[in-house]
């Protein structure tokens, strides 16, 4: 995330200009920053309410994308190991952490129209956002616990500890994507750009801007 919103970390680090991983940079930086803009984690309000939205949000964007990348996983002896970083137990147990009741998070909505993830390349592109999204989460829950949100309803924000070394394999492994070619490349970029979106849209009900 950068210091103005959610998914901002992903511009952080990089490699040879000009490699897979500046060309995905510069493919999604669009998306990253309407996302960003739409909803300016850090300039806005935030008390336990907010909070509670926010998980339930996640909650609904992280599952269907989680599953989809353990199946990849599966079948792809190269695959990233998604159950590290996986967050959607998380987001669950945060939401325990604020005294909602299993019924509720039961019941909570799944985003419907999350990128489908079928080969190598477009995982690659869903896990350049989630993992991105992880670096400035630090940030994001030092300014919500200072709002008043208890730590322990936090822990999804920042994921389990190594974060920077996921980051550092994801993207090492999105630009060994030069090697096999433009077209995978550009899959990459269009996985990432359609999971910034996804997360757009989703999350438009905390969507805040400052004046």
Do not use: N
């Not at 959607?88 to 509720?104: K, N, P, W």
């Not at 993992?131 to 829950?141: A, F, P, V």
């Not at 980051?167 to 090697?179: F, H, L, P």
Request: net charge neutral; charged share 25%.
């Amino acid at each position: 995330m950068t210091t103005d919103g959610v998914a901002g970390a992903v511009r952080a680090g990089g490699r040879a200009p000009g490699g897979a991983l500046a060309r995905v940079r510069s493919a999604t930086a669009r998306a990253h920053e309407e996302l960003d803009g739409s909803l300016d984690v850090l300039r806005r309000p935030w008390d336990v309410d907010v909070h509670r939205r926010w998980l339930e949000l996640t909650l609904g964007l992280l599952e269907p994308l989680e599953r989809d990348l353990s199946r990849w996983a599966a079948t792809d002896p190269a695959a990233l190991d998604v159950a590290e970083r996986a967050r959607a137990g998380m987001a669950r147990e945060d939401l325990r952490a604020l005294g909602v009741q299993e019924e509720e998070i039961a019941a909570l909505p799944l985003c419907p129209d999350t990128p489908a993830i079928t080969t190598r390349a477009r995982a690659l592109g869903v896990c350049y956002v989630l993992d991105g999204s992880t670096l400035g989460g630090k940030l994001i829950r030092g300014a919500v616990v200072a709002a008043g949100v208890p730590e322990r309803a936090c822990t999804s924000l920042v994921g389990r500890p190594g974060a920077g070394r996921r980051w550092r394999g994801t993207t090492a492994a999105v630009d060994a994507q030069g090697a096999a070619g433009e077209p995978a490349v550009e899959e990459v970029a269009a996985a990432a750009v359609a999971t910034f979106d996804a997360y757009r849209r989703w999350l438009a009900p905390l969507a805040h801007r400052v004046p």
